[in-house]
């Protein structure tokens, strides 16, 4: 199979490529379990593609359940350099309202419950997050968005708050995720971005607003109903989107800081690791 240097993690509404031709079904076993689901691989206008539905088809899998680390070891293994992760969030402010999509390029953390990172257990890393969002992939996405549709308001930047969930905020902890000056609240972007720059991945994501969680005085809480019925209104973007994307990565290639990541950050010399170790650096490696 040629290599898919092109992923796509598929957030809620977005469980499949519509346009992938030649799609073939790949059930990948990693050191870190097995995927949310059968990574689909094939051709969008002649360029290799490499599909998965981070919460599984039928959206399965809890945002506490989704395995990050399996997820993103499978795409790497199958070839994967530039990743693009699709999906939904709140506003965090006024300005910023359901239906519009945001760029993050920088993230909060708030998780607690989720393996993230590949190393430990005899092999030390510390990649630098300073800057987790490729800034060239970041980019083309964002000229993906708009010449999808020049109606949209995209927001070029912002500031993502990734929290444990299932459960949406209590009213207290929206106002202080508003006041950290965050713009968006979500519930998967995280360790999924800091296991991409481990796996030397390009990442960049388009968040795709859908309430304004629950901080809003005169606004609807969100409920799942909610966020739902206004993501499946830009599901169909999405989909537009990706294929836009696709075609301006693949004719640019650009290079990305991701791509020698570790390079500056593996602290553990190779033949001081175990086989079966160093074995799975060394994907991470290529």
């Known amino acids: 199979m040629t290599q898919a240097r092109i992923g796509i993690l598929g957030g809620s509404g977005l469980y499949q490529m519509d ?26 206008h002649g360029v290799p593609v ?6 599984g088809r039928g959206h399965r899998l809890l945002p506490g359940e989704v395995p990050y680390a399996a997820n993103i070891f499978a795409l790497k293994s199958l070839g994967v350099r530039y990743l693009l992760s ?11 309202a359901p239906l519009d999509m945001l760029l993050p390029d920088q993230y909060i953390d708030m998780t607690r419950q989720r393996r993230n990172t590949f190393f430990g257990g ?26 999808t549709d020049s109606t949209l308001k995209l927001h070029r ?35 999924e971005a800091k ?62 800081m991701a791509h020698t990541a570790l390079q500056q950050s593996l602290v553990t010399p190779l033949d001081a690791m175990s086989d079966a170790l160093k074995e799975t650096v060394e994907v991470l490696l290529r």
């Open 19 to 44: 346009a992938l031709t030649n799609p073939k079904e790949h059930r990948v076993t990693t050191p870190y379990g097995t995927p949310s689901d059968a990574i689909v691989t094939g051709d969008i």
């Open 50 to 55: 490499a599909f998965l539905a981070r919460h």
């Open 86 to 96: 699709f999906s939904a969030v709140g506003s965090l402010k006024e300005e910023i």
């Open 122 to 147: 005899g092999a030390v890393a510390h990649v630098s997050m300073a800057e987790p969002v490729c800034s060239a992939l970041h980019g083309l996405l964002a000229d993906a968005v708009l010449a």
């Open 157 to 191: 930047k912002g500031t993502y708050v990734c929290m444990e969930g299932p459960q949406f905020s209590t009213l207290a902890e929206s106002h202080w995720y508003r006041s950290m000056n965050a713009d968006v609240i979500g519930m998967t972007n995280m360790p």
């Open 195 to 256: 296991l991409a720059r481990e796996a030397q991945m390009a990442y960049a994501s388009l968040a795709m607003v859908t309430d304004f969680d629950c901080w809003h005085p005169k606004e609807a809480h969100v409920n799942a109903n909610m966020a739902l019925q206004n993501l499946m209104q830009n599901a169909e973007r999405a989909q537009r989107i990706a294929l836009s994307a696709i075609g301006l990565i693949a004719n640019a290639q650009p290079d990305s």
